[in-house]
């Protein structure tokens, strides 16, 4: 989705023309990207928790050429979901597991039905020659 598309739904739902959404919508991103830069942190109840951490400088490898580099140090924005959130989520999961799995049953059965289990007309019998 995308903040266009966005707009576009919140501006249905509230009754507010497009560009008047539009404005509110960037003003918001714009207030938690200030917030972030001026205190590091900004959490927004059953939504979730948007912070700034260092990420320290380290060694690694160019897989192209397997140089060694230098890789400096920055400040990366992390994010760790609310309560709401997460269990929103874990709702797909469950959603998608009971999908496979119902696929799974649909396809073992058509198998079963184009592929018929061979008919066997009793236990099976062994070789056994005539004693004389």
């Known amino acids: 989705m995308t903040k266009k598309e966005i707009v576009r739904t919140i501006s249905e739902e509230i009754g ?6 539009k404005e509110i ?29 260092r990420r320290a400088p380290r060694k690694a490898r160019n897989p192209r050429t397997g140089d060694k580099v230098y890789v400096p140090e920055k400040y990366v924005v992390t994010f760790k979901p609310g309560k709401e959130m997460e269990e929103r989520v874990k709702e797909l999961e469950r959603q998608a597991a009971a999908a496979a799995k119902a696929a799974r049953v649909k ?19 062994t070789y056994r020659p005539d004693s004389q």
Do not use: S, W
């Open 16 to 21: 507010l023309t497009q560009l008047q959404t």
């Open 107 to 125: 396809t073992a059965a058509k198998d079963a039905a184009e592929h018929p289990a061979p008919q066997t007309l009793g236990p099976p019998t």
């Open 25 to 53: 919508v960037q003003k918001t991103f714009d207030a938690i990207v200030e917030t972030l830069v001026a205190e590091r942190r900004i959490e927004l109840r059953n939504f979730g928790v948007f912070e700034v951490k």
